[in-house]
């Protein structure tokens, strides 16, 4: 296993700089405590967090307690974990997430696993750090909609938060930038990593039946008329389940949604969507951007029979790939059998150990 340690000579500097003036609270100025992050040695290099942004342990408490805060929201009725659902592997159930007075997004929530190895968030990738994706569902209107110098302003009238501020940031003066950064490094500690197939990756082999590593298999392999495979891993690689890029995958003639198109510009992005981690993928219905698919056989049934081989800059990928050796079909073709061993290995990825961990459930508010 790898760790993460923050330098504690950062943190006391942090701690010392202070809004001139501001007072320390009753117990004098902070000393933050490094959060000591435990790495699965097999993972890749995480992304680096910012500098001005370390991982502490009263930090990280501060973050989960905002995650879960309904102050943030215009009617305080809802939080970051309304749509982020532990049990649900951080998503909602949903195939739109709902906002406040019952607004509908036009997208589903992503799951929030592993988040410390994604160089750019939400399903259009508009956000590149964690600190500027946090302020992204509290200012929509179709999510919390509520302007986040607000909802600063109401939380320093609580109680509670001014104490906690001045313990992770060293000022009780509540700014937006503090929150944000809060979020930020409580989803950073958000790792999953013990489903059956981490067992598996470890060296124990009965993790996994001979079904479901068949499964894998299938899952891992791009067919090339003597192999057969379900194509599944050119985009959902490595340990991450994710080549951490972006793709249309067939799932429409004429994208209604540009997705990536939408913040680039760029014609040739439209349609493209992030490619998702599929860690947890049987906690996470419904399935796609939209949630137009509530099942994971419904998801292979695209991706066998239903990709729209015309659509605007699809995944190369998804051409040209099928198992028939005659290459007489643009169809993967694989058969009934081979579609539910994959799906036996994507039931794999279901880490239970995440989704009931006390440290990322709901504290005492």
């Given at each position: 296993?790898?760790v993460i ?8 500097s942090l ?8 007072p ?6 902070p000393?933050p405590?490094?959060?000591n992050?435990?790495?699965p040695?097999?993972?890749?290099t995480?992304?680096?967090?910012p ?9 990280v408490?501060?973050?989960?307690r905002l ?6 929201s215009?009617d ?11 049990e ?9 997430a709902?906002g406040?007075?019952?607004?509908e997004s ?6 929030l ?7 750019r ?14 302020r992204?569902p ?8 509520q302007s ?10 609580l109680p ?6 001045n ?8 700014t ?14 958000l790792?999953?990593?013990n489903?059956?197939?981490d067992?598996?990756?470890r060296?124990?082999?009965?993790a ?20 057969r495979?379900?194509?599944?891993g050119?985009c ?12 249309n ?6 994208p209604?949604?540009r997705?990536l198109g939408?913040?680039s510009?760029?014609?040739?992005d ?6 998702p981690?599929?860690r947890n993928?049987?906690?996470?219905a ?10 994971l ?9 239903h990709v729209?081989?015309?659509s605007p800059?699809i ?5 040209n ?8 079909s ?10 539910a ?10 880490d ?5 961990d ?5 504290p005492?508010m």
């Open positions: 296993m790898k340690v923050v330098s504690l000579g950062v943190l006391l701690a010392g700089c202070r809004p001139e003036g501001d320390p609270g009753p117990d004098g100025p000393t405590t490094a959060y992050l435990v790495l040695s097999y993972f890749p995480p992304t680096t967090p500098a001005d942004n370390p991982l502490t342990v009263e930090g408490a501060l973050g989960r995650f879960y805060e309904t102050a943030l215009l305080n009725t809802v939080a970051c974990a309304s749509c982020h659902r532990q649900l592997a951080f998503t909602d159930g949903r195939a739109r709902v406040v007075h019952r607004a036009p997208r589903s929530s992503m799951s696993a592993n988040l410390l190895w994604e160089p968030l939400t399903w259009d990738g508009v956000a590149t750090t964690l600190e500027a994706q946090a992204i509290i200012e929509k209107p179709v999510e919390m909609h986040l110098a607000v909802g600063a302003a109401r939380l320093q009238q509670a938060y001014p104490t906690l501020f313990q992770a940031f060293g000022s009780r003066t509540i937006e930038e503090n929150i944000l950064k809060a979020l930020a490094q409580f989803e950073r500690t790792i999953s990593s489903s059956r197939y067992r598996f990756r060296g124990d082999r009965a996994l039946s001979a079904y479901e590593q068949q499964g894998l298999v299938l899952f891992s392999t791009h067919p090339d008329g003597t192999r495979g379900g194509n599944c050119d959902h690689s490595g340990d991450l389940q994710t080549n951490h890029t972006f793709s995958n067939g799932l429409d003639l004429a209604a949604d997705g939408g913040v510009g760029q014609p040739t439209n349609g493209k969507f992030r490619v981690s599929l993928i049987a906690l996470t419904p399935y796609m951007h939209d949630g137009r698919f509530a099942t056989e419904q998801v292979l049934d695209h991706y066998n029979e729209v081989l015309n800059n995944d190369p990928l998804l051409l790939t099928t198992n028939d050796p005659r290459q007489r643009l169809t993967l073709d694989l058969t009934a059998a081979e579609k061993q994959i799906v036996a290995f994507l039931r794999t990825l279901t239970s150990t995440f989704i009931t006390p440290r990322f459930a709901r005492p």
